[in-house]
Nanobody, 123 residues
Framework: VQLQASGGGLVQAGGCLRLSCVGSGRTFSRNAISWFRQAPGKEREFVSAISWSAGSTDYADSAKGRFTISRDNAKNTVYLQMNSLKPEDTAVYYC?????????????????WGQGTQVTVSS
């Protein structure tokens, strides 16, 4: 599975962005997909996850109520809609896939990673 993240950019606080993660490979639709982020000088942290069927989702406390994860398996794409962005959301955002359908917040359990897309929120 290869992943391509896109949709990042520069936005003012309170603005919104939609990130996309496009996957290749026939198994993408059966993979759990997550978004992680890493800010300069900080460790990579979990943001959101979605199961293969979209029946289960999970969010970090910092994302709840502002971010929404969704997927379109026909397009091999997972989306992260980010609203009410804050300067502390500034980071490189990565999408990751794990073999199997169960979602997890632990980065080490993911098997494939995209290259990351930069999100910068100005105050």
């Amino acid at each position: 599975v290869q992943l391509q993240a896109s949709g990042g950019g520069l936005v003012q606080a309170g603005g919104c962005l939609r990130l996309s993660c496009v996957g290749s490979g026939r198994t993408f639709s059966r993979n759990a997909i997550s978004w992680f982020r890493q800010a300069p000088g900080k460790e990579r942290e979990f943001v959101s996850a979605i199961s293969w069927s979209a029946g289960s989702t999970d969010y970090a406390d910092s994302a709840k109520g502002r971010f929404t994860i969704s997927r379109d398996n026909a397009k091999n794409t997972v989306y992260l809609q980010m609203n009410s962005l804050k300067p502390e959301d500034t980071a490189v955002y990565y999408c990751a896939a794990r073999i199997g359908s169960t979602i997890t917040t632990i980065a080490g359990y993911y098997d494939y990673w995209g290259q990351g897309t930069q999100v910068t929120v100005s105050s």
